[in-house]
């Protein structure tokens, strides 16, 4: 079974000083690994994604995430935050070796942003 | 531009009222989702569907049915019978095959039922 655990449900930075968003997964298998961003009554969309290629992997707007399987983590990270990075942020897990391949979200981390 | 609509964007509804929700892809991707979001409870799955004219219960069907009848389609009904349906409604879509492919969401429906 999977399972993912995102560690902090806030996260407040100020402008301009890096960002870290902790993730934690459990998973038998191989897994794929997502980051999603959601702002205010919007739907989600990608971050980037790791699926068993390089272990640090880029995404959009600069941010990154690294895949440690020794720790079972893939936390996100931003060297600068900025204003418009305060959103809600979504790790996700999938392998369903057994064909379903359903996604499991964790609870997600606000991030919030002073100026 | 490829991508999932859905409407309305806020839906207002009397207690003991069927609602229908909408869900459009023009991604053609086979497989869909309807997500429900509470305050602190992250994304819960409702129903998914795979392929045209089958579809699966999430973790929350109770009260809520779907059908798929088109690939490009897939709507949800809140019903009556959903104890308590006011929440923020989110359709996915993605490529099915393998659990490397990311899901594309749909803009939501804020649902209040009063």
């Known amino acids: 079974a999977q399972s993912v655990t995102q560690l902090d449900s806030h996260v407040s930075v100020s402008e301009g000083t890096p960002v870290l968003l902790r993730c934690n997964y459990s998973?038998?298998?191989?897994?794929?690994l997502f980051w999603y961003v959601q702002h205010p009554n919007k739907g989600l969309q990608l971050l980037l994604k790791?699926?068993?290629?390089?272990?640090l992997v880029k995404g959009i707007n600069g941010f990154e995430a690294e895949f440690k399987k020794s720790e079972t983590s893939f936390h996100l990270t931003k060297p600068s935050a900025h204003m418009s990075d305060a959103a809600e942020y979504f790790c996700?897990?999938?392998?369903?070796?057994?064909?379903?391949?359903?996604?499991?979200f964790g609870r997600g981390t606000s991030l919030i942003v002073h100026p | 531009d490829g991508g999932i609509t859905q409407s309305p964007k806020y839906l207002f509804r009397k207690e003991g009222q069927n609602v229908t929700l909408s869900c459009e892809q023009n991604?053609?991707?086979?497989?869909m989702y309807w997500y429900r979001q509470d305050p602190g409870q992250g994304l819960r799955l409702i129903y998914y569907?795979?392929?045209?004219?089958?579809?699966q219960k999430g973790d929350i069907a109770e009260g809520y049915s779907v059908s798929r009848e088109k690939k490009e389609s897939f709507p949800l009904t809140v019903t009556s019978a959903q104890k308590n349906p006011t929440a923020f409604y989110l359709c996915?879509?993605?490529?099915?095959?393998?659990?490397?492919?990311?899901?594309?969401f749909g803009p939501g429906t804020r649902l209040t039922v009063t």
């Open positions: 998973s038998s298998y191989s897994p794929s």
């Open positions: 996915a879509s993605s490529t099915s095959g393998g659990p490397t492919y990311e899901q594309y």
């Open positions: 991604l053609n991707h086979d497989a």
């Open positions: 569907s795979q392929i045209v004219n089958d579809f």
């Open positions: 996700v897990v999938s392998d369903s070796p057994g064909g379903s391949y359903i996604p499991t």
């Open positions: 790791y699926t068993s290629a390089a272990t």
